[in-house]
């Protein structure tokens, strides 16, 4: 049943922007969510927090005229509850049916379609390079991008195709002019905005390693190799090759002071190696990663802040609100960074999640062999990242 074919509900149902509900959710308050998809949907993708309660009840329960007292069991009547699912549609209709059985109820708008939409700037504190430092936060998928900006210059690292109006206000609030726009590797959850900043005369940078893969606009952009720099303002970005999620994985320092590290190292986990040879591959992949982790990022001084491309919800956020750490407490905290290689191998091979969803149609568009449009490039990217290993293998000694 389509969102649209359901019907408008016989009582008034109050919808909460996306935005608000992250405010709530961010503020501490505690949330009630009756989430109306499919139960494969939800267990895959959903909204959690400490302080969130959510239950799932597809919406199916709900369109027979006389619901089930089970059903309705399920859902608590003593606090609001928002309803939400895919688009907005079922949602609206089942908060319309339990409204007129009493529930305190309204309805996320656009479902998780809107929540998709909710991306956040905040500052990072601890950085101590020249300029300002802004970390973007996704939080329906994890996606983590960089805003440096400085002396009336700016360069964004990561940025997604979904978002590149945002980016343009943005600095034209900031009063600064967006450089460069870089990519850390050929991503697999998430369409890059590269291209499309550069359409707008803005300079693409890719690294150089990553073109190999079959980039096929590598021509019209700018290549980085090891050791190259951009300057932004007083910063500089420094080219740092670290190879292993992705034979081009590579890394950005910021002015010295965060290294930007894509999908190699996150504040929780380091990369998957599987998403570019597949499990035959994998193996020489997570060797790689290794090499990369000790001799490329381990070797930066400890103060040196991590800020990765995804975080996840094992991760937790730093006193500023940023997925950010210094580099002496990730090796203090996470036992594979001080493992010998084989252990390290071993370990991260052995409990690695589903792959992204969609990931070999988002990797041959951001190669620039399948061309989507804006509506069709949002959907292929709907839902987790999984770009990183088990956490919760990784996190111990």
Request: with cysteine.
């Amino acid at each position: 049943m389509d969102a649209d074919d359901f019907p408008t509900p016989d009582v008034d149902v109050a919808s909460v922007e996306p935005e608000t509900l992250k405010d709530r959710i961010d503020a501490g308050e505690d949330v009630t969510l009756l989430d109306a998809r499919m139960q494969s949907d939800y267990e895959e993708w959903r909204i959690d927090g400490e302080n969130v309660t959510s239950v799932n009840v597809p919406y199916f329960e709900f369109l027979d005229d006389e619901i089930d007292d089970d059903v309705l069991e399920r859902i608590p009547d003593d606090r609001e509850v928002t309803v939400l699912c895919a688009k907005g549609g079922a949602s609206e209709y089942v908060a319309g049916t339990l409204a007129e059985r009493g529930y305190d109820v309204n309805h996320l708008e656009d479902g998780m379609n809107g929540w998709a939409t909710v991306y956040e700037a905040v500052e990072i504190e601890r950085y101590d390079g020249a300029g300002t430092l802004v970390q973007y936060q996704r939080p329906s998928s994890g996606c983590l991008g960089y805003l440096l900006y400085d002396d009336g210059e700016a360069a964004i690292i990561d940025p997604l195709r979904a978002f590149t109006d945002r980016y343009f206000d943005d600095v034209d609030d900031l009063g600064v002019d967006l450089q460069y726009a870089l990519d850390t590797h050929i991503h697999a959850d998430h369409i890059s905005g590269l291209r499309d900043l550069a359409d707008e005369g803005v300079e693409g940078v890719i690294p150089e390693a990553a073109v190999d893969r079959g980039v096929t606009y590598a021509d019209e952009l700018t290549t980085a190799d090891d050791g190259d720099t951009f300057q932004v303002g007083d910063a500089t970005i420094e080219t740092v090759s670290t190879p292993g999620h992705t034979t081009g994985m590579t890394s950005y320092l910021v002015d010295g002071s965060l290294l930007a590290t894509g999908d190699g190292l996150f504040v929780e986990s380091v990369a998957r190696p599987d998403l570019e040879e597949g499990d035959d591959g994998a193996p020489d992949a997570a060797r790689m990663l290794y090499e990369s982790l000790q001799e490329r990022v381990l070797t930066l001084p400890d103060d040196t802040l991590v800020g990765g491309a995804h975080f996840s919800d094992a991760a937790e956020p730093a006193g500023d609100g940023t997925y950010t750490a210094p580099i002496g407490d990730l090796v203090e905290e996470m036992g594979a960074l001080t493992m010998d290689e084989q252990e390290f191998v071993d370990l991260i091979l052995s409990d690695m999640p589903p792959r992204p969803a969609n990931y070999e149609d988002i990797i041959a568009t951001n190669l620039g062999q399948n061309a989507v449009d804006d509506e069709e490039a949002f959907t292929l990217e709907l839902g987790p990242n999984n770009c990183a290993a088990s956490q919760e293998s990784l996190a111990g000694d």
